[in-house]
């Protein structure tokens, strides 16, 4: 089959897709097909009564208001504007009233001036903008101009970390840098990687997005080539859900070979994770810590991620809902749910039905790498891509962990090749410039080493500990 | 009334892995080796067994009793050691020497260094050790399989005449229709249940593979050499308590390496030890010694790590 995985031929023969990810990447865990089996109904949300919006939503300067408490506002509408270029522009997602700009406890629980606002009921757009009548190609415009559509929509990724979509892009007519053998030089970027891997195999809202025909793609492709300066394109699906007709005629449709599918295990785990996601793929491997994609050649974006630039480059509207994954034993319904951005976890558990058993965690994100919350009034940001409420058989705390018994367990699936079980013993014990010196600052966070510690030792945690003591000094 | 949140650190799914799961594994694993036993030496292997391990758990919830620790007698290891060491020891012993050896590995080999996860040398070895050098001839009292006659291991033999071993079918080896100490004897019932602990992933093949591999490479050179005076590869893989150590003693967690160029490392030195004890070395088989030796170097084999990812050289 065309457009399938370049390796040398003898791989090809030898094994079989699924052996060619193993023989590339042979770490982490495989989760059973009973677990990681999603389901992609898609669900609409009513429109919420009430949003809240934190000013920032990724790391970088927030945003400065640019409306007062009491003023009208219609969906899309501008709220927040980016004096800098770390922040973002916001924008209203619902039709109604400012009822206050306040601090609220951000979905990390620390306080951040968000712009609350009391909807009217009604879902009344702004003008759409006048450049949009008269359409041009994509491949007219200019990347400057393309980079100002996309951080005028607000757009963010969140592959390494959440940032701005325009700050992780680096502009073809500007010098880059990267980090290669201790110091930075210029690379440049040959490989653009649109993952339809979620990033962890519970989350399925990239595998949703890859099933579907989807208009933008191509647009938003075309755009991020343009910017990136990419010369190939690698589409990275799951071997378990066939990518859509749209997927493979893009593929074939490219008469140089530039394009390619990539078929990887979705149901492995940390593969969806951005460091082992382009060892897999390409086999290249980005230098850590503090190392990014681009030091290697590659820009690394998701499917949503490349839909919403094709969006927002071709009608130049604000992103305003964003697709998140819901599940868990206590979640009413399983599915892809569309929500507004600023929509508090509590009404989109609500509107899907409520809670239905006993739950014992709400986390934002994935059973494996989410967070943890008490508080049912946390919005929804841009970067949310899951909302499990796991019940208390699903969950098992470390409660009174043991000692560590060397077993080797967390060697044969850490995806860094680091000693976890040291490391643990380094951080537990205070020691934390010898864990760095073990290389504490490789790891991920993926959390694969706690997943099967036979003491139970809370690993992730310690190395968190860890870090941010060393942080902080 | 308002519902309570759990709060804690991802990852919020967790394996079925537990130390309690380990120590079973181990446990069932080792029943063929015990119920072969027990067919060839009658009941006194039953009461050595029971004895060594109601001993070990005696033992080691007295002293946790004493040392205020919490009681760990759920998670199954102390009575692993107990088992280990019955298996160990021959079928002739009077019923103290199984007490005093679970007593020691409890003590001496576990509960001195902070107990699970913290010994330096595997605790049923260690006991081993102790009783083999105070009560030498007791412990070199082997029994012929269902009788009561006095005979030598094959092992034995071969350190007495080594023209000896001519004598022993392999199939006998294999079976376990030879004297010997209570689990060791039967090769067929010891891969059993390494078969079973293998696929439960609680031990990795690096390890019995690389062990294996050591006395076999040694065996074959040996052999070659002059096939009069020493015995064949297979003979050496199925005498004495080789397959025992090379999958449930060098393997266990605590007291092997983690890396896998470490365990394979470890599995062939111990190997080649084990060689070396039993040609030119004062007792007749090497394989426990060997396996405690190779223990003290654990610490040094878990140096042998792999490359982080990512790792960047620095000009």
């Known amino acids: 089959m065309k457009g399938q995985i370049f390796l040398h031929p003898i791989w090809y023969t030898l094994l079989t897709e699924e052996h060619t990810t193993m023989a590339l990447f042979a770490k982490g865990i495989t989760f059973s097909k009973k677990v990681t089996t999603l389901t992609f109904h898609r669900i609409d949300t009513p429109l919420p009564k009430r949003v809240i919006l934190p000013l920032k939503q990724y790391i970088g300067e927030a945003s400065q208001p640019v409306v007062t408490k009491g003023d009208k506002v219609t969906t899309g509408q501008l709220i927040a504007a980016a004096p800098t270029e770390t922040s973002l522009p916001l924008h209203a997602t619902i039709a109604g009233t400012v009822k206050d700009i306040t601090e609220q406890p951000d979905y990390k629980g620390t306080p951040t001036l968000s712009i609350i606002i009391e909807g009217d009921g009604t879902d009344t757009w702004i003008e759409a903008p006048k450049e949009e009548k008269e359409q041009k190609e994509i491949s007219s415009l200019a990347p400057s101009e393309i980079l100002k559509r996309i951080h005028a929509a607000g757009l963010i990724t969140t592959q390494l970390v959440p940032v701005p979509l325009t700050t992780d892009l680096v502009p073809i007519d500007q010098p880059k840098t990267h980090l290669i053998d201790g110091q930075r030089i210029t690379k440049k970027i040959d490989t653009l990687i649109i993952t339809a891997l979620d990033r962890e195999p519970f989350l399925g809202v990239n595998r949703y997005l890859a099933g579907k025909d989807n208009k933008e793609l191509a647009d938003g492709i075309a755009a991020l080539k343009i910017i990136t300066g990419a010369h190939s394109v690698r589409f990275v699906v799951d071997t378990h859900y066939p990518p859509a007709t749209q997927l493979q005629e893009l593929v074939a449709a490219d008469e140089e070979e530039t394009t390619t599918l990539i078929s990887l295990n979705g149901r492995r785990f940390p593969i969806g994770l951005a460091i082992p996601l382009i060892k897999a793929a390409l086999g290249r491997e980005v230098p850590l810590p503090y190392g990014h994609p681009r030091d290697v050649g590659v820009a690394l974006y998701d499917m949503n991620t490349a839909i919403a630039v094709g969006k927002a480059v071709s009608t130049q509207l604000p992103q305003v809902d964003s697709l998140i994954t819901v599940g868990g034993g206590a979640m009413p319904k399983q599915g892809i749910v569309t929500v507004r951005i600023g929509t508090s976890i509590g009404d989109v558990i609500a509107s899907l039905g409520g809670l239905s058993k006993d739950p014992a965690k709400i986390i934002i994100g994935g059973p494996m790498t989410g967070m943890a919350h008490y508080d049912l009034t946390t919005p929804i940001t841009k970067e949310t891509d899951g909302l499990f409420a796991l019940t208390h058989d699903e969950i098992q705390l470390s409660g009174d962990y043991r000692q560590c018994i060397n077993c080797g367990l967390c060697v044969k699936v850490c995806p860094v090749n680091l000693l976890p079980g040291v490391l643990s013993l380094y951080c537990a014990k205070d020691k934390f410039d010898m864990a760095e010196a073990e290389g504490l600052f490789h790891c991920i966070e993926c959390g694969c080493c706690d997943y099967v510690c036979p003491s139970r030792r809370p690993m992730v945690h310690l190395f968190r500990h860890a870090k941010h003591q060393l942080m902080e000094p | ?315």
């Open chain 2, 1 to 315: 009334m308002e519902t309570h949140y759990i709060v804690s650190m991802s990852p919020h799914l967790r394996g079925a892995h537990s130390i309690e799961r380990m120590m079973r594994t181990f446990l069932i694993g080792l029943i063929p080796a015990a119920v072969m036993a027990l067919y060839l030496f009658g009941i006194r292997s039953l009461i050595i067994m029971v004895l060594a391990m109601a001993t070990a758990v005696i033992v080691e919830t007295v002293i946790e009793h004493l040392t205020t620790q919490p009681l760990t007698y759920k998670d199954c290891h102390a009575i692993l050691i107990g088992f280990v060491l019955a298996l160990l020891l021959p079928s002739s012993v009077p019923w103290w020497i199984p007490v005093v050896g679970a007593g020691v590995a409890i003590i001496l080999g576990k509960m001195v260094f902070g107990g699970l996860g913290n010994y330096p040398f595997n605790p049923p070895l260690v006991a081993w050790v102790v009783v083999k050098l105070s009560w030498p001839e007791r412990m070199s009292l082997f029994f012929e399989p269902h009788t009561h006659s006095q005979a030598l291991t094959p092992l034995m033999a071969l350190k007495e005449d080594p023209s000896l071993f001519y004598s022993y079918e392999m199939r006998d080896l294999f079976l376990g229709n030879t004297p010997g100490p209570l689990g060791t004897v039967c090769a067929l019932a010891v891969l059993i249940g390494a078969l079973f602990i293998l696929y439960r992933g609680v031990i990795r093949w690096h390890i019995p593979l690389a062990f294996c591999g050591g006395v076999a490479l040694f065996a074959a050179i040996l052999h070659g050499i002059n096939p009069d005076i020493y015995p064949s590869v297979i003979f050496h893989l199925l005498s004495g308590g080789l397959l025992l150590g090379a999958f449930f003693l060098a393997p266990e967690p605590v007291t092997s390496p983690v890396t896998p160029t470490g365990m394979l490392l470890f599995g062939f030195l111990a190997g080649i030890l084990t060689m070396i004890i039993r040609m030119w070395g004062a007792y007749p088989d090497g394989t426990l010694y060997a396996i405690l030796i190779m223990n003290a170097a654990t610490p040094l084999f878990n140096y042998l790590k792999p490359k982080e990812y990512g790792r960047v050289k620095r000009a």
